[in-house]
Nanobody, 123 residues
Framework: QVELLESGGGSVEPGGSLKLSCTFS????????MAWFRQAPGKEREGVAI???????SYRDSVKGRFSISQDNAENILYLEMNRMEPQDTATYYC?????????????????WGRGTQVTVSS
């Protein structure tokens, strides 16, 4: 049973920063990749950042240069560092894991999901 647990959400003013964490069970079944998604009220869930098995990363265009995904394999923690935040970043953020070497932004490839953490950007 793989468990994912997000933390670090909260409220921040525009231009501020937050760092999300996701603790996860260690893999016993080979390669896996991980990602952060977000979902705003009334909108579809969208991929934000991906980290693949080889450590390569990718981001949706609207967060490039502002967000950074990283992973501590020793501690089994996935991070999302968010800087220069904008009101459009307001959403519930989820971490997800797929039994694949490379991930994509398509939510339906992910096998496991956390319950989410709320992020609000407002003045």
């Amino acid at each position: 049973q793989v468990e994912l647990l997000e933390s670090g959400g909260g409220s921040v003013e525009p231009g501020g920063s937050l760092k999300l964490s996701c603790t996860f069970s260690p893999s016993t079944s080979g390669d896996y990749c991980m990602a952060w998604f977000r979902q705003a009220p009334g909108k579809e869930r969208e991929g934000v950042a991906i980290i693949n098995t080889d450590g390569s990363t990718s981001y949706r265009d609207s967060v490039k240069g502002r967000f950074s995904i990283s992973q501590d394999n020793a501690e089994n923690i996935l991070y999302l560092e968010m800087n220069r935040m904008e009101p459009q970043d307001t959403a519930t953020y989820y971490c997800a894991r797929a039994r694949k070497f490379y991930c994509t932004m398509r939510a339906n490839i992910y096998n496991y999901w956390g319950r989410g953490t709320q992020v609000t950007v407002s003045s």
